[in-house]
């Protein structure tokens, strides 16, 4: 450690010492008397123990050559105009330093320590400084001086008596509080000043203008604390007043109001920031500025408005925002700012994550489009082998049989293919019902016809005839579930696949006697894709979705071994 900042650590653990001092002189430039030049040195000497105790800049700072140039005109100045006034308006300032340090203290024998030097200056101005000042003595009344003189340093002694105080070692707690310190300096100044106009208006003895000065501030300080928070239920001055020191003349409302204008006209978020950071040159203090992306994070950048010698940055996820204002901005306004700032990046997060949300609904969109229709043309190809099977199969004596298939199957065939194409061309759900509503009984038919060769048991129904069902659902389910039985069947040889449909077409069932599906693949069947080896699952999903659209519901009834069981029902 240097030598000045041993000097430093010294005078801040002897803090104590250095204000006592600092009292003891200034009470010997009163005694001694203002025209005298031993109060002027005692006062210069009491300047030099203010600038090693003040608070303000640490005493192992440096001092430049500006600023060793103001102490010197200050002192200067203070030389000329030394006398009663100047000593008045050095206690006042004084004990405003000392009563708002004292109110951060909470240590008790601190704060005793800082009390009794308050009262010890507070004592100096009533009863020694202000009479002098007093234009008629016979106002003045009995003189107190020698008692001052005398019982004054009693308060020295008590200091010293005191256990040592605990002196505040950082900064930020041992700064003096400004607004405390202003409003102590405004009402001595008050007491003061209306102490002497009591005594030349009304020609009030000095003590009977000092006890009704006392008074009227004790009744005006009570008028205000009662206004400050009525209890009869309406809002008092805080109120307005901790508004004004939110807002600072800071139009702070209606920023918010165009902030959330801009967020409800403007989707894509890079307009979306140009036109908030536009605004912001409606603000006197702002010149223009810039966004860019914070380190981290990917986002747009832009400027706005002009360049100026004022800079100040804000720093968010995921826009670093840099203003540039016309004037140097207070720690008031950068902390409006920074709010500013702060909620115009909430916004901007917003704006990107609903565009990630939409363009995920349009991959999402694309991918269950894509899913539906690739089963459809699967089906349709299983439709295709099934016919291309019994056209190459030897043997003409089924000929005439063929045929009749053939002419059956191929107009369903096509009708599939453009039912597809539609759903390409207009990748929603619109319930089809009306269009493709046929005899259950043909259909019926025409299924057990195209998979004859797949030796699939169909259960005998007595169907009625004005049944009607809707064939793009049926053919749809009915091939996936077929399908994956089929598929079923090559692992386990034997397995016995079973296909019916109730009398009314309001029911239809698909079953096996194969071993039961694993648990994974159950919890997350017909709800959402499933990974599997044999393709099960997204297929399914994209049935149990169409059925919902045409008001019916399919669903797992059985999945235990030897009894696996699909059925599809119509709802009420």
Known sequence: MTTLGKFGSLLRERQRWVLIALLVVLHLALLAGAQTAVSLMCWLVDVGLFILWQPFIQAERKLDLGSLSLIILALAAGAWLFGWWLLILWVIVLAALLGGRVLLLGHRPTRIFYLLAFAYLLCALLVWLVPRVVPDATLIGPSLDAQFAWTAPLLFVAMLLLPSPREIRLPSVGMVDFFYSLFIFLLISVLVLGSLAFMLLREALYIEAVFKTLVSMAAMLLLIAWAWNPRPGFSGIGVFLSRYLL??????????????????????????????????????????????????????????????????????????????????????????????????????????????????????????????????????????????????????????????????????????????????????????????????????????????????????????????????????????????????????????????????????????????????????????????????????????????????????????????????????
């Open 247 to 572: 807002t600072i003349g800071l139009p702070f409302e209606t920023w918010l109001q165009r902030l959330m204008e801009c967020a409800e006209s403007e989707s894509d978020p890079d307009r979306f920031i140009s036109t908030a950071c536009e605004g912001m040159l409606e603000l006197p203090w702002v010149a223009g500025g810039a966004w860019g992306p914070a380190q981290g994070s990917q986002a747009g950048s832009g400027r706005f408005g002009q360049e100026s010698r004022f800079c100040q940055d804000f720093s968010n996820q995921p826009l670093q925002l840099t203003l540039y204002t016309r004037h140097k901005l207070s720690p008031s306004l950068v902390w409006h700012f920074h709010l500013l700032a702060q909620l115009t990046n909430e916004y901007y997060i917003t704006k990107q994550r609903a565009r990630e949300l939409q363009q995920m609904s349009y991959l999402r969109a694309v991918h269950e489009t894509g899913a539906r229709l690739t089963h459809d043309v699967k089906n349709l190809l299983q439709s295709l082998d099934n016919l291309c099977f019994l056209a190459q199969s030897p043997g003409d004596s089924d000929g005439a049989r063929l045929n009749q298939l053939l002419q059956r199957q191929l107009p369903q065939i096509t009708q599939r293919l453009q039912l597809t194409m539609k759903k390409l061309q207009a990748p929603q759900d619109p319930p089809e019902e009306a269009s493709g509503l046929v005899l259950a009984e043909t259909w019926w038919n025409g299924l057990q016809q195209r998979y004859a060769h797949d030796n699939i048991l169909f259960s005998p129904v007595a169907l009625d005839p004005a049944a009607r069902l809707p064939a793009a659902l049926l053919d749809s389910v009915a091939d996936n579930l077929l399908h994956n039985a089929l598929l079923k069947r090559q692992d386990e040889s034997g397995l016995a696949v079973r296909a019916a449909l109730a009398a009314d077409a309001t029911l239809f069932c698909v079953c096996d006697d194969g071993s039961a599906l694993r648990e994974e693949i159950v919890s997350g069947l017909l709800r959402a894709p499933v990974a599997s080896e044999n393709g099960l699952g997204i297929g399914l999903y994209q049935a149990a979705k169409q059925a919902e659209a045409y008001g019916y519901e399919l669903r797992l009834v059985s999945s235990v071994a030897g009894r696996v069981c699909f059925e599809l029902r119509r709802r009420r």
